[in-house]
């Protein structure tokens, strides 16, 4: 496998796979969005754009990282490299956006659980 092969692999498994994550994470992350934005058109728009963030932050950090190939060198450790920085992307895009919705929950007093059916 050429290191071009490798790298255009490893671009089309991140992007299935992140594709498939959004479309996973999607259903939950609007239900918080529309009930912190209040209105469904604002929360639809917050989730396209986080949607649209958590596909190409990830793959900047995937196309970044370019296999070198050579004798010494084994390709699925290369591209198992590459995975390895678009996750990370992937993890720090994700979080970012889990630490502003954060921020943005309303905190109340309430005890989410009544202790008396706690056992």
């Known amino acids: 496998m050429s290191s071009t092969q490798a790298f255009l692999a490893d671009v089309v498994i991140m992007t299935v796979l992140f594709v498939a994550i959004v479309a996973y994470v999607k259903r939950h992350l609007q239900a918080l969005l529309v009930e912190l934005c ?6 639809s728009f917050w ?3 986080s949607n649209v963030v958590l ?15 050579g004798p010494a060198k084994n390709v699925i450790f290369e591209m198992a ?19 502003v919705l954060y921020r943005f929950i309303p905190r109340n007093n309430v005890k989410l659980a009544n202790p008396q059916h706690l056992g």
């Open 47 to 49: 989730l396209a754009f």
């Open 81 to 99: 490299t590459q995975i390895k920085y678009a996750l990370i992307g992937f993890v720090i895009t994700l979080g970012g956006l889990a630490i």
């Open 55 to 69: 596909v190409l932050v990830p793959l900047i950090f995937t196309l970044d990282y370019k296999p070198r190939l």
């Open 38 to 43: 209040g209105t469904m058109e604002r929360a």
